[in-house]
């Protein structure tokens, strides 16, 4: 099981930025790191799990939601075996605890389902104030 550990949530004015962190270890991470894509989903109070974006490792290829598009962007640092998610022009509806999340063998344009995803981070929470 991959280990995936959150940071760089917190409170923001609307406009603002943060950049969501997201390190990654154990399992079979480590040894098959280009089979892996990594992905960065949100959840509301009483919505369902949203999909943000995506990257898949060896190439860099990404996958953005609309919502976020042009505003937000995924990249990954192979020596940290860390990916980001840096978060620019925050509005009040992209309050949500952020989770980060890993899977093989998977890559496709257009939106994902949590369910696509194996291993999960526990959660940063972002609020962005009006």
């Known amino acids: 099981q991959v280990q995936l550990v959150e940071s760089g949530g917190g409170l923001v004015q609307a406009g603002g930025s943060l950049r969501l962190s997201c390190a990654a270890s154990g399992g079979t991470f480590n040894s098959y790191t280009n089979t892996y894509t990594m992905g960065w989903f949100r959840q509301a109070p009483g919505k369902e799990r949203e999909f943000v974006s995506n990257?898949?490792?060896?190439?860099?290829?990404?996958n953005y939601a609309d919502s976020v598009k042009g505003r937000f962007t995924i990249s990954r640092d192979n020596a940290k075996k860390t990916v980001y998610l840096q978060m620019n022009s925050l509005k009040p509806e992209d309050t949500a605890v952020y989770y980060c999340?890993?899977?093989?063998?998977?890559?496709?344009?257009?939106?994902?389902?949590?369910?696509?995803?194996?291993?999960w981070g526990q959660g940063t929470q972002v609020t962005v104030s009006s």
């Open positions: 990257i898949r490792w060896s190439d860099g290829a990404t």
């Open positions: 999340a890993a899977a093989r063998y998977l890559f496709h344009s257009g939106t994902y389902s949590a369910t696509d995803f194996r291993s």
